[in-house]
């Protein structure tokens, strides 16, 4: 299998295209931020509703490749019912996994299908958009659009 079909694994495509988890918005989030790659076009926002410290609900919508919605649908079920400083956490992890900067990618469950993405760099915005979206949400900063450049 090539580079590129291995990027493009069942996983990413089930994810990504055929039934995006939580792609759907919440009407009483708390928190909802806008995020944009310039780059490859990706467009979403991330809605979330907080219990306390905790993430109680996590939903996203919009358009991108598949990369980018897979991303954002693992994302909202890897990060459900985590604590704030958990989400962020875990948003560090995936980004080292991304960017081949050192996580392991068997302490990140699913998440770890992104491992081969650090091989394509231009990819690596497409798979952090969703993550960074969240993290501005996470920080309060829900009025600005987060951008990928």
């Not at 560090?92 to 760099?121: C, I, M, Q, Y």
Request: with cysteine.
């Amino acid at each position: 299998m090539s580079e590129l079909e291995d990027l493009y694994q069942d996983l990413i495509l089930d994810h990504g295209h055929k039934r995006p988890r939580n792609y759907r918005s919440i009407d009483d989030a708390q928190l909802v931020s806008r995020g944009h790659n310039p780059v490859c076009g990706d467009q979403l926002t991330i809605f979330l509703k907080l219990a306390g410290d905790r993430v109680e609900d996590v939903a996203f919508q919009g358009e991108g490749c598949a990369i980018s919605k897979a991303s954002a649908s693992l994302m909202t079920e890897a990060v459900k019912r985590k604590s704030r400083d958990e989400a962020l956490a875990l948003f560090r992890s995936f980004h080292d996994l991304v960017t081949g900067s050192g996580a392991e990618g068997a302490e990140l469950g699913k998440l770890a299908v992104f491992s081969n993405v650090s091989k394509f760099p231009i990819r690596v915005k497409c798979a952090m958009l969703a993550w960074r979206t969240l993290e501005s949400a996470l920080a309060g900063q829900a009025g600005d659009i987060v951008t990928t450049e």
